[in-house]
């Protein structure tokens, strides 16, 4: 896929693409005499050449801090600096970055070819030049042939693939991308991921993505980060900030999660509400109350009685409500508490071999220690 492209960045250097220090955003707020805080003391490097994620839900700060970035927001205090360089007050189109919006920002009335040549007419680049580098942008994105096509005669993904052409075309250090996918329907959108990961993977140079969708930052970034609040709550690889949530805000929102309190018997055991003492790779001094998260994959799950392997840890209890999802069937199961119901859930893989499990069914959950998070909250 896009065979013989053009290769637009340099070789990944030791300065960051993106440093943000201490930057914070105040927006006056209008009925009241106080200020909403939008981004509060965010500290963040973006790797040059990696495709970084912005993860969070509304109003969490994610989209705020990329228009700094970008240039069309400044911030209150703080620094943005983008391969060493502070930004300062400098406007978007005097920053080495070029941004891709959800609605695209299509010129209706220009062609492909001219939407795409629209900025280097801007910097007044030369025709033969901007020509050459038009059919470049167009070639990148598997557009050969619609150059002279209307914005309004094309399909959804082809519109986003034009407004990629457009911001590549400029050659920027680092690539913005705001929710560039949510506006096209679940098949489409699940095949531009993957056209994105190629072409950032192609390219080389740094992609930052502001996204809410979960599904969609796990499966395109090198790291992401999860904001809350206008802060930063954790920042790893997909798999460090899935398998391994250090707060139960980023348990619950990155994925499915079950999570208990327990009560910590020593560093390395605790007792969950039915009782039983299981392993953990971490813990807290005797006694304490610890919040634990274990996702519904990591659980297995089989007839009561059967017997523990040495290596594993089990509880029992009963099959509450099952939810049939094709791929995957999700069991719901209410533990022996003894008093209020606790549910943990188990997501089985609808595989062959499988044994279905029935409401009412009795049953015993088995996982590795190592599957189990201690959460800092």
Known sequence: MHRGAPRLSATAGTVPAVSLRRVTKRFPETRLDDEVVAVDELDLDVTDGEFFALLGPSGCGKTTT?????????????????????MGRRPPDRRPVNTVFQSYALFPHMTVAENVAFGLRMRDVARDEARRRVA??????QLRGRDGAMPGDLSGGQQQRVALARALVNRPKVLLLDEPLGALDLRLREAMQVELKQLQALLGITFVHVTHDQ???????????????????????????????????????????????????????VRLPDGTVVRIASGRSAGAAVHLSLRPEQL????????????????????????????????????????????????????????A????ERVRMRWTPDSVTVLED
């Open 215 to 269: 599904e969609e930052a796990l499966a395109m970034s090198d790291r992401l980060a999860v904001m809350d609040a206008g802060r930063l709550v954790q920042v790893g690889t997909p798999a460090e900030v899935y398998e391994r949530p250090r707060t139960r805000f980023v348990a619950e929102f990155l994925g499915d999660a079950n999570l208990l309190t327990a009560e910590a018997v020593d560093a390395e055991r």
């Open 136 to 141: 470049e942008a167009i070639e990148l994105v």
């Open 66 to 86: 990329l228009r700094m970035v970008a240039g069309f927001e400044f911030p209150t205090e703080g620094s943005v600096h983008i391969h060493g360089t502070e």
């Open 357 to 360: 499990r029935t409401v009412g």
């Open 300 to 355: 297995d799950l089989v007839a009561a009685g059967t017997p523990v392997e040495p290596h594993l840890d089990a509880v029992e209890g009963t099959v509450a409500r099952i939810g049939y999802f094709g791929s995957a069937i999700e069991y719901d199961v209410a533990l022996d508490t003894g008093g209020p119901e606790v549910l943990v859930t188990a997501r089985l893989g609808n595989a062959r071999g499988v044994v």
